[in-house]
């Protein structure tokens, strides 16, 4: 039996990381929680999670510097992201898809459509 894939939320927000842990939860996944970027890149090592939510905005290293860092090392280069952010600015959106996100949400979003893109991505890994 396959376990169930992990799922990183690296974000700063507890309102959300919780909403975010019950709805993934709830759909089988197993997740775990990173506050900040330097957190978000040891349990990046620590986990190996089959793939991560990733706010642009975070303490320590932003989100841009956490997808920067997963994108050119070897073990994480892979790894689905979806970027969440209130920045809903064109450049923003491009930028982050050109840094390596493989998808991006503009907070506010809803929870089921995030759900959705999530396993996507997972199926198209899987594949």
Same mark, same amino acid.
């Not at 939860?25 to 970027?37: C, E, F, L, N, S």
């Not at 969440?84 to 459509?113: H, I, N, T, W």
């Given at each position: 039996?396959?376990?169930? =894939?992990?799922?990183?939320?690296?974000?700063?927000?507890?309102?959300?990381?919780?909403?975010?842990?019950?709805?993934?939860? @709830?759909?089988?996944?197993?997740? @775990?929680?990173?506050?900040?970027? /330097?957190?978000?890149?040891?349990?990046?090592?620590?986990? +190996?999670?089959?793939?991560?939510?990733?706010?642009?905005?975070? =303490?320590?290293?932003?989100? !841009?510097?956490?997808? /920067? /860092?997963?994108?050119?090392? @070897?073990?994480?280069?892979?790894?689905?992201?979806?970027?969440? !952010?209130?920045?809903?600015?064109?450049?923003?959106?491009? !930028?982050?898809?050109?840094?390596?996100?493989?998808?991006?949400?503009? +907070?506010?979003?809803?929870?089921?459509?995030?759900?959705?893109?999530?396993? +996507?991505?997972?199926?198209?890994?899987?594949?």
């Amino acid at each position: 039996m396959t376990a169930l =894939p992990l799922i990183l939320i690296a974000d700063d927000e507890p309102l959300l990381t919780e909403l975010l842990e019950f709805r993934l939860g @709830a759909r089988g996944y197993r997740t @775990a929680i990173a506050q900040d970027g /330097r957190e978000t890149l040891a349990k990046l090592e620590e986990l +190996k999670p089959d793939a991560v939510v990733l706010d642009m905005m975070m =303490p320590v290293y932003d989100g !841009s510097e956490v997808l /920067r /860092r997963m994108r050119t090392s @070897a073990e994480h280069a892979s790894t689905p992201v979806i970027m969440l !952010s209130a920045r809903r600015g064109e450049a923003d959106v491009v !930028s982050a898809l050109e840094q390596g996100a493989d998808d991006y949400l503009v +907070k506010p979003f809803l929870p089921e459509e995030l759900l959705i893109r999530l396993s +996507k991505l997972l199926a198209g890994r899987r594949a």
